[in-house]
């Protein structure tokens, strides 16, 4: 085997309930992970040194030194299997750039994925996301997949079957927003304002809904303690969540951290009137439509290259 690819969803939280700041630095979190059709492709290939390759949208933000979550997840692995973490890894990126999408967790639990296929580790998944975990929060939850609620800093998963297909719009913003000045903010406001710290809990009209597979008892109950923060540091997006409900959609909010915002589409059809008018609307750089649930990240087939003619004479 010379090259491994692997496919990975965007997340979106349908509910994200941020609570005190614990000892190790991160907030308490109940989060209603989401996965959503919009991917990223990462690539490995056997090397003889560690490098790493980015294109799509947005690259410009993306480092492409150790500090890539996608390169950290090579060592880290190549660390347990006790080998050198020589790959060349290349990144398609498709999920928004600091968008709040979890795109560089995504990354990060794709290279551990791809790398354990290619140096045959036979790493139980389970164990994979336990190695996902130390590279950040939401890395679980990318290779996992589905609709899950994670607890503690987000990164301990119960999935939430469910059969409906949701559909989404999201509006893209220019530039991202950094997480930790987004918790930073969050944090600020709350101290400003004297209300204490609520204990994060999942909401229970919001998973009652996902079961039905009810769009609008969805909408209706999503939720997100970050947004106030994500719009007091931008302020902007305000008009951007005011003009996709205006659009019809029937639920709204900040993806994450933002600055990207999730629409709640009734159906298919709704989805796209809503992107057509949000993107006729000038409040966002672009928009995407998507779905979701979807399931994790998953080892690609292999893509069968056409062998051109060829005889030795
Ligand atoms: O875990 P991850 O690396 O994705 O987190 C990025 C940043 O987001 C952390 O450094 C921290 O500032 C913030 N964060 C937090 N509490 C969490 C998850 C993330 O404060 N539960």
Not at 149 to 160: D, H, K, M, P, Y
Not at 179 to 197: F, H, I, M, N, S
Request: aromatic fraction near 4%.
């Amino acid at each position: 085997m010379s090259s491994v690819t692997v496919s990975v969803p965007a997340k979106v939280n349908l509910q994200l309930a941020v609570g005190g700041v614990r000892p190790d630095g991160f907030h308490e979190l109940v989060s209603v992970f989401h996965a959503v059709s919009l991917y990223d492709e990462v690539t490995v290939e056997s090397a003889d040194r560690l490098s790493l390759t980015c294109d799509g949208e947005g690259i410009d933000d993306v480092p492409l030194d150790h500090t890539n979550l996608a390169a950290r997840a090579a060592v880290l692995l190549a660390d347990r299997l006790g080998r050198e973490p020589h790959v060349r890894i290349r990144i398609r990126k498709g999920i928004p750039v600091a968008g709040g999408m979890a795109g560089g967790s995504a990354d990060a639990a794709a290279t551990l994925l791809a790398c354990d296929t290619l140096w045959r580790g036979d790493t139980p998944r389970e164990m994979l996301r336990r190695l996902g975990a130390e590279l950040g929060s939401d890395v679980p939850f990318s290779d996992l997949g589905g609709t899950a609620i994670g607890t503690g800093r987000g990164e301990r998963l119960a999935s939430v079957p469910t059969t409906a297909r949701f559909h989404w719009v999201f509006a893209l913003a220019d530039g991202g927003l950094s997480t930790p000045a987004v918790y930073g903010e969050c944090d600020r406001l709350r101290d400003e304002a004297g209300t204490g710290v609520p204990r994060p809990a999942p909401r229970e009209e919001l998973i009652a809904a996902l079961r039905a597979g009810d769009a609008y008892a969805l909408g209706a109950n999503l939720v997100n303690d970050l947004q106030p923060a994500a719009l007091s540091l931008r302020p902007s997006l305000a008009a951007t969540l005011r003009a996709g409900v205006d659009a019809g959609a029937v639920g709204s909010l900040v993806s994450g951290s933002g600055p990207t915002c999730a629409f709640l589409a009734p159906d298919e059809e709704t989805a796209h009137v809503v992107a057509d008018r949000l993107a006729a609307s000038g409040t966002c750089r672009a928009v995407r439509v998507a779905y979701g649930a979807v399931s994790g990240a998953r080892v690609l087939p292999r893509r069968v290259v056409p062998v051109e003619r060829e005889n030795t004479v």
